[in-house]
Every structure is written in C-alpha cells, then in structure tokens.
C-alpha cells in the first residue's frame, strides 16, 4: 500500500466503532440469560474471535452487516477455544471461565502465543482457580474450581488484568476487591454496572460481587484510538478533522490532552452519556511542539504511542515516552518497531527499555515501512506517510483490519 503526501487533510467523519467496548458487549451479553443488541458493533479479526469463542461456549450469536445478536447462556459448555491474535479475548476469558466450572482451553496465533498470561492466571490461582499456561503463555488451560473473593493490588496499571479478576469475582464467594497503581480504562467497570452487577468503585479500587448478568442493548461509540489516526492526519499535515460520536471516557482521552499540549487545537462538541460518554472532537493543526510522556500518563493513551512517535518527528525537538515497557509484548514489540517505522521514513529516534525518544525535525522524508502484521504499526507508518516528503509504501497494510477496517478508504 502506497500513502502519498496531502498538503492539508480535511475531512468530517465517523470512525471505527470501539474494538474494547464491542469485545466486552458481546461477551459479557453471551455470559447473560437471555438477548441483546449490539449495534454499530467493530467485526475486525479481534472481535470475530470473540464472537467465535462465545458461540463454541454455547451462546447463540448472529451478526447482520454491524449489528450482533446475542443470546446468552449461564451455564457454558466444555470448550477447545481459538483466540486468534487476541490478548484481550484471552485475558478476559481466562477470567469469566476460571469459576464457571467448565474444562476449557484458549490457543491462538503465533503471536499470540508469544503475550505473557501468567499476569492473569497467577492472581486467579490466589482466587482458588485451575489455570494453568504454556511456559507462561497461551495455550491456556482452565478446569473447575470454586472460586474465593481476594484483596489484590496490581503491579502495573491493566484493564485487561483489572477486568479477568473482576469477571472471575462475579463467579467467587465473597468480595473481589482490586486495585490498581493508576487508573487503566474502565470500559468492563461500566459495562458490568449497566448490566447489573454487584459493583463498586472507591479511587483506584474496584469491588464486585457474586452475580448474575441482565442482558443489555448496546450501542458501540466510535473508538477514540482509531479516530486517533485522522486526528493526527490533521495535525501532521496542516489540516482540520473532527470525527463524530466517538468514545471520550476519561481514561482513553490521554491521546487528545497530548495533541493540545503539543500546540493543535482540539475542540469537543455534543457530549452525550449513555453507557459510555460519547460526542464530536475536531483538531485543528497549528506548530507542533515536543511532549513527554511518564509512567502515570501511559494506561490511558498506551495504543497511541506508536502514532504519538511519528507525530512527534513532525515538531521540532525532542520528544520522549516513558514508563511504557508494557508496549514490549502487543503485537509486536512496539518499542522496537516503532523505532524502525520511524526511522524507516527518514526520522530519529532513539529507544529506550521502556520507551523511547524521538528527536524531531519538523518533517519526515518518507519511505518504505514493514508493520510486522501490527496493525497500529501499519496505520502509524500511514499518516507519517500522509505528512512526509515523498509518502510511504507500507507492507503488511492489511493488518490495518484488525481494529480499522476502513482505515485505508479513510484517509486515502
């Protein structure tokens, strides 16, 4: 895929629904008794394996173009599940099936097997469950057991890690209490309340308790991760982009602050709450300035770093990212390939163990960019391309589909 340069990108639009939002809507609603309706749903690769693992459990589940039916069972049956790419389809299931009193397992792709489990399974064994991994990694192995409520404070800030505990707390005797460093996205939080469970949060600590789940309609916002991209494409190139009723939960927004303090103007209009709060964001470009980003500031922007780096190579000065040692074990080592994807298009950058530093230059010249089937590694290199010199020709463009399948009608 070739991305040729644009002078100034304007554009009004929607984005891809929420990757996040759509994982859990419908797999919280297959582990209800009874339907729902989940509209403006993400089918990319990710959320097609969830989709997959909760059919293969028992759930009833048909999609008509992006809408999803679902019909949920309370009682799963014994299942040999394919995750796919998905860490979040793996984390969150390793969680919900370790006191449903099935013998499951969870496999999925090469990289996938790559993504570090113990994280998960280890708290879930203080919990009282029968999960066991690969050498710390998937395939995961699951048996029954009778689950016990547990303090547990998290080593890192972790929604996905948050969430396992939280929907095997729903299964536990006695209260679940978790707590984290630094708040991480709390999408399962809001979607387990709508959906009426026993749930508390005080500060950094989240509560539940032993319950069942009403099946819930959901409407899925557009995902502020993806909107990212055409955001960024304003700043990158002069232009002006707003993209409509997108996700702004609070701790997904870090993206947006980044952008203002770097010197583009970002504007947001008809804020609405349903389960998630949701409205329009505009950007419009100015000079760009260098940012840092620390440890705290991380969870809630961890999916834009890679787009944040080629971003960067566009001020001038020096920019720099830490705390994010987490970006090590995504699809790819992020750090890594984010690294060469910059200087793949003829900018500086300089990683470090746990993030990086990027020494802009105001432009980049442009150039060939492999993504390693990392999709925010393709749609990073893509807008670099939009702004750079002389574009960008990026193999492995249709890693992309994973969370933004129309990315390439978008900005092309």
Not at 48 to 75: D, P, Q
Not at 241 to 248: E, I, M, N, Q, S
Request: with cysteine; glycine share 12%.
């Amino acid at each position: 895929m070739f991305v040729k340069p644009v002078k100034k990108f304007i554009r009004t639009t929607a984005t891809a629904p929420d990757k996040s939002i759509t994982h859990r809507a419908v797999m919280f609603n297959a582990a209800a008794d009874g339907e729902a309706k989940i509209t403006n749903a993400l089918l990319g690769g990710d959320c097609r394996s969830t989709v997959a693992c909760m059919k293969k459990l028992g759930a009833a589940i048909e999609i008509e173009g992006n809408t999803v039916y679902v019909r949920g069972v309370t009682e799963f049956k014994d299942a040999e599940l394919d995750a796919g790419n998905s860490g979040t389809t793996t984390r969150l299931l390793t969680g919900l099936l370790a006191g449903k009193g099935i013998t499951a397992s969870i496999d999925g792709d090469d990289s996938l097997r790559t993504r570090p489990m113990r994280r998960v399974t280890d708290p879930l064994a203080l919990m009282g469950a029968d999960v066991t991994t690969t050498n710390g990694k998937a395939p995961v192995y699951i048996r029954p057991a009778r689950l016990h409520g547990i303090d547990y404070t998290m080593p890192v800030a972790s929604a996905q890690l948050k969430s396992a505990l939280l929907l095997a707390g729903l299964n536990a005797d006695g209260v679940t209490r978790v707590t984290e460093p630094v708040l991480s996205r709390d999408h399962t939080e809001l979607m387990l309340k709508a959906m009426g469970a026993g749930i508390a949060t005080d500060g950094l600590t989240v509560s539940i308790k032993r319950g069942a789940l009403k099946n819930t309609d959901v409407c899925v916002p557009g995902d502020i991760s993806s909107a990212a991209f055409l955001l960024a494409a304003a700043a990158v190139t002069g232009g002006e982009v707003t993209v409509t009723d997108v996700g702004l939960n609070p701790t997904r927004t870090g993206v947006l602050k980044v952008f203002e303090a770097m010197g583009a103007d970002v504007k947001t209009t008809d804020f609405r709450r349903e389960i998630e709060p949701r409205g329009n964001v505009t950007v419009t470009a100015g000079a760009l300035s260098p940012f840092f980003i620390g440890g705290e500031d991380v969870p809630s922007l961890i999916d834009e770093l890679p787009l944040l780096a080629v971003v960067a190579c566009f001020a001038t000065g020096d920019s720099e990212v830490r705390g994010a040692e987490e970006l090590r074990v995504k699809e790819s080592d992020r750090i890594k390939t984010t690294a060469e994807t910059v200087r793949a298009l003829g900018g500086r950058i300089t990683e470090l163990p746990d993030g990086f530093v990027v020494h802009g230059t105001g432009g980049l010249e442009g150039g060939r960019v492999y993504s390693h089937g990392d999709h925010r590694i393709a749609m990073s290199a893509a807008i670099g391309g939009l702004g750079s010199r002389n574009g960008c020709d990026i193999e492995g463009a249709d890693s992309a589909a994973i969370s933004y399948p129309s990315f390439w009608g978008d900005i092309c």
